[in-house]
């Protein structure tokens, strides 16, 4: 069975920066493109970074070029996204997923970052 | 790039049919054939619902079909059922490596 587990979420000051984390089972990692997806509270999903398998190609919006950086470790089965220069508009849920945006086939069930004085 | 529109609620009885419009450009929806549809329960992680405009995934009852035409791609949702109520998120390869989600339907069943 496929199970993706973020963390690595919390409540950060504006300007600083957190590492998630989403840890893969279930299935061969190293061989799929793996995405982060976020939702801010009472809003829609938002495409945040797709990375293919063997980390070859990374897509981000252009919106979001610059402060976040995806990478995975195939040997440890895990995606990664690091988040720098948080701003209060970066506060959601972010959710790790198997895919790319148009067929992205499980989710995690998320971690929560908040972006708060 | 700017978000699909998506009405923001739609709703039905239970056994009525449903349908969800995502509306976008040719450079998303109208371009490619890579649609795809989410459903979110509150509280819960999207589910695939649609894959490649038309496609259910392994699971998802046949009672959920989809189609595109021209630069929108709607979702029917038939013999709605209470668990169907949900949060419905269409998406789109929008080119250049580079995808859009939709605004989101609240899908209510009466």
């Known amino acids: 069975e496929v199970h993706l587990v973020e963390s690595g979420g919390g409540l950060v000051k504006p300007g600083g920066s957190l590492r998630l984390s989403c840890a893969a089972s279930?299935?061969?990692?190293?061989?799929?493109?793996m995405s982060w997806v976020r939702q801010a509270p009472g809003r829609g999903l938002e495409w945040v970074s797709s990375?293919?398998?063997?980390?070859?190609?990374?897509y981000y919006p252009d919106s979001l070029k610059g402060r976040f950086t995806i990478s995975r470790d195939n040997a440890k089965n895990s995606l990664y996204l690091q988040l720098n220069s948080l701003r209060a508009e970066d506060t959601a849920v972010y959710y790790c997923?198997?895919?790319?945006?148009?067929?992205?086939?499980?989710w995690g069930q998320g971690t929560l970052v908040t972006v708060s004085p | 790039q700017s978000a699909l529109t998506q009405p923001p609620s739609a709703s039905g009885s239970p056994g009525q049919s449903v349908t969800i419009s995502c509306t976008g450009t040719?450079?998303?929806?109208?371009?490619?054939?890579?649609v795809s549809w989410y459903q979110q329960h509150p509280g819960k992680a999207p589910k695939l619902m649609i894959y490649?405009?038309?496609k259910r995934p392994s699971g998802v009852p046949d009672r959920f079909s989809a189609s595109k035409s021209g630069n929108t791609a709607s979702l029917t949702v038939s013999g709605l059922q209470a668990e169907d109520e949900a949060h419905y998120y269409c998406?789109?390869?929008?080119?250049?490596?580079?995808?859009?989600f939709g605004t989101g339907t609240k899908v209510t069943v009466l």
């Open positions: 997923a198997r895919g790319s945006p148009d067929l992205l086939e499980y």
């Open positions: 279930g299935f061969t990692f190293w061989t799929y493109t």
């Open positions: 990375i293919s398998s063997g980390s070859t190609y990374i």
């Open positions: 040719s450079s998303d929806v109208d371009g490619y054939y890579y």
């Open positions: 490649e405009v038309n």
């Open positions: 998406a789109s390869d929008a080119g250049t490596n580079n995808y859009v």
